[in-house]
């Protein structure tokens, strides 16, 4: 008994282990789909600016990194990570890595590396480095293999490179031909769409660099240690100035939401008298009687003088008939001799004045009335229209007013917000001037990550779509 019992305990915890390590096998799959979701997660927090999600993203793409099918996709996009933090240590470190970690890259892959190791030679004065990087890049926009998306990012970088050190001030790393000749090939590159991106980042990139030569040249006499002082004076002021004009302008926007209100009442009460204009006209069309009302005339009344009163009784002698049938079978009507019947007796008598007078009374007044009546509807009618045509008067010249107002008030606020934008533009600049003060020199503002040269909405493309080829 007691060896059955054993027997069975046995069977069932055989069954249960069995049971334990299928369920916990079942997951992998699943664990596999949360991993690439998780992925996807952290390469969508590049748009982030809160430093938590970065550092719980950059986690995940560390972890990443460990899977042989998401390491290159983690690595690219970590290191663009790092590119828009501007921590060009971790860039160097990984740059060190990659070929490495990649010894024979996709051209899809590749074009990605040599975007990021095109960043860091530059950022880091690698001259040698950084033409090399080009000239790949240069090739891999002609290389079929290479994904649209993927070419669009190297398109854009291309333009903001050419444009940033094309100036004498940049003391480009890259030889002046070789920039030009990237010039003329990519902006009349046969595919459209990449030919516009490359002349479109190019002249932003070249723009801002030819306003940072602009603030170096007229500060050419002064030390780095001068210009820096200078560049921090300026965005003091520069600060103090936008102050000022973000206050005018909130005292502005304050004024137009309460027009965009006082307009958005006027209208509404627009609305409501135009619809009691409406029912008054309505009104008057349907009382045509009210349009112009005759008053009546008492003396244009007309009435007997005289009338007719009994004056007693008297006999008559009338016919009598009667009914008898004919020979056709029908029925005539035959005198039948005469009667007497009595009738009454009236003789004609001349009325009183007063009696004339209360007959004519009797016409008047009601007519009278009913005049009176009419006017006193036509009155109110009339004196309703005048009313809601005046308010309708008032209402039109308000809301021209308030609109002319607001008009001038939008235009207020798009002139400030210019001006603001002037500030901003220029407070960059001079933001970007201190920052390569303090560094190395003038130079280190036409550079990464000084200057921009990584469009993040189409890396992040590159990273989501790319992987899918």
Not at 28 to 36: L, P
Not at 265 to 293: I, Y
Not at 304 to 331: A, F, L
Not at 419 to 430: F, S, W
Request: glycine residues 4%; proline residues 3%.
């Amino acid at each position: 008994m007691v060896v059955k019992s054993l027997r069975w305990t046995i069977i069932l915890g055989w069954i249960i282990c069995l049971g334990v390590t299928t369920y916990l096998a079942l997951p992998t799959y699943a664990q596999a789909v949360s991993a690439t979701d998780t992925l996807d997660t952290a390469i969508n927090g590049l748009d982030s600016v809160n430093p938590g999600d970065w550092e719980k993203s950059q986690a995940t793409l560390l972890l990443s990194m460990k899977n042989p099918a998401e390491r290159e996709r983690a690595t690219c996009a970590l290191a663009i990570f790092h590119i828009k933090r501007g921590n060009t240590q971790a860039i160097a470190n990984l740059s060190r890595k990659l070929n490495q970690l990649f010894p024979q890259p996709s051209p899809d892959l590749d074009a990605q590396l040599q975007r990021i190791q095109l960043w860091h030679a530059l950022a880091s004065e690698q001259a040698d480095q950084a033409t090399k990087h080009m000239s790949k890049l240069l090739e891999w926009t002609l290389n079929g293999d290479v994904a649209e998306v993927n070419k669009l990012a190297t398109f854009d970088m291309l333009g903001r490179v050419v444009g940033m050190l094309e100036c004498d001030a940049a003391q480009s790393p890259i030889d002046h031909d070789q920039l030009s000749r990237a010039k003329v090939a990519l902006s009349q590159f046969s595919h459209k769409e990449l030919a516009q991106t490359f002349s479109t980042r190019y002249n932003q990139a070249a723009a801002l660099s030819a306003k940072l030569a602009e603030w170096f040249h007229s500060h050419a006499r002064q030390s780095n240690e001068e210009m820096a002082q200078a560049a921090t004076q300026e965005l003091a002021e520069l600060s103090t100035s936008r102050e000022k004009l973000d206050h005018e302008l909130d005292g502005i926007r304050l004024e137009k939401r309460e027009m965009d209100s006082q307009l958005k009442q006027l209208r509404l009460e627009k609305v409501r008298v135009n619809s009691e204009t409406a029912a008054v006209q309505a009104n008057w069309r349907k009382h045509p009687e009210v349009h112009n009302p005759q008053q009546p005339n008492r003396n244009d009344i007309y009435v007997p003088t005289t009338k007719r009163v009994e004056d007693g009784t008297e006999r008559v002698q009338v016919p009598r008939y009667k009914t008898v049938k004919d020979q056709n079978g029908g029925y005539r009507r035959e005198m039948d001799g005469y009667e007497y019947e009595t009738r009454t007796r009236y003789r004609t008598v001349h009325l009183s004045q007063a009696e004339i007078n209360r007959e004519i009374d009797r016409i008047f007044i009601p007519l009278q009335r009913k005049y009176e009546q009419l006017m006193a509807m036509r009155q109110e009618l009339l004196s309703k229209k005048s009313e809601l045509d005046a308010k309708t008067k008032d209402l039109d010249a308000k809301l021209s007013d308030t609109g002319n107002e607001l008009d001038t008030s939008v235009g207020t606020i798009r002139t400030l917000s210019n001006e603001l934008k002037d500030l901003q533009a220029k407070a960059y600049i001079v933001d970007k001037v201190l920052s390569a003060c303090k560094s190395e020199g003038p130079f280190v503002a036409f550079r990464p990550p000084n200057f921009e040269i990584i469009n993040y909405s189409a890396e992040k493309k590159v990273l989501h779509q790319v992987s899918d080829r």
